[in-house]
């Protein structure tokens, strides 16, 4: 599962947006800037090579603004948000989110010439939570199906979950932090994530 993870965020990646494009619709923002992302990668031979430092700072740069991770972790916290006090609550989104970066940096060094098409959002004037729905088309194998639940917010579009082939990215930590809470409450689903997070700064180093 960890795997194809890893894979769902390297195809979000491709279609981080400038926030100078933020009143563009969501599908046709993520389709103007794609050509321009893959291009930057392919010519990135530091990131094909998997440096890690450069690889953070690029998605420090260009993908997380564009993430609600109050938004995500309250998702997958689902019922037991409402167990967390307000410090518990921000040091959830904090971990999480470490988690979330630190997990998946590896997936810049793992294009490998991928195609993006997207179907048309279906939009009404107004909304303010759209799936933008997208087809990756690999050299080896068959499309694989990736949406993006986003929702507006006054900071422009953000995502907050992700479903490639119909997994959802925030029920499937759902699980996780459900049992973990069960076994040892919040704070040691907090200790759990930042010990997650210190095993994979020291592995990245």
Known sequence: MLNIYKYLFLLFFL???PASAQMLAPDALAKSVTDEVLT????DKDIQAGNQKKVLELVEAKVLPHFSFPRMTQLAMGRNWRAANAEQQKRLIGEFRTLLVRTYTTAF???KNQTV???PARMAAGDTDVVVQSL???NSGPPVAVDYNMEKTDAGWKVYNMKIEGISLVENYRNTFNTEVQKHGVDGLIATLAEKNRST????K
């Open 136 to 138: 990756i088309k690999q």
């Open 201 to 204: 700064q020291v592995t990245q």
């Open 40 to 43: 930057v990668i392919r010519a």
């Open 15 to 17: 279609y981080c947006w």
């Open 109 to 111: 060094t793992q294009y």
């Open 117 to 119: 098409e997207y179907k």
